[in-house]
C-alpha cells in the first residue's frame, strides 16, 4: 500500500511538472524610470514585446538597435520629462 501512494505522488510530481512551460527562457532587457519599469521581451520568433504596449516589434522596428539601447533610450526619455 505504502508504495503504491508513493507511485502516486510520484507520478502526479511528475505530471505537474513536466507539462510546466516557463516564460523563464525569454530574454528581457529591462530598466526603470519614474518608478516604472519599462521592458521589452525577445518572443524568439525575431519580434519583441515591450510593457505598456500591446503592439507587437519588428526587428525592423529597432532600426538598427538592439533591445538593451531601445530600454535604455526609452528610460532616458522618461526621466528627462519634469
Known amino acids: 500500500m505504502k508504495k503504491t501512494i508513493l507511485f502516486m505522488a510520484l507520478a ?3 505530471a505537474f511538472t513536466s507539462c510546466n512551460k ?3 527562457d525569454k530574454k528581457c532587457d ?3 524610470a519614474q518608478g516604472q519599469k519599462i521592458e521589452i521581451c525577445d518572443n524568439g ?3 519583441y514585446s515591450m510593457t505598456g504596449s500591446s503592439e507587437i516589434i519588428n526587428e525592423e522596428d529597432l ?3 538592439t533591445p538593451k539601447q531601445i530600454v535604455d533610450l526609452a528610460c532616458a526619455a522618461a526621466n528627462m520629462t519634469p
Open 12 to 14: 502526479a510530481t511528475v
Open 63 to 65: 532600426a538598427g538597435l
Open 30 to 32: 529591462s530598466c526603470t
Open 22 to 24: 516557463d516564460d523563464d
Open 45 to 47: 520568433d525575431g519580434t
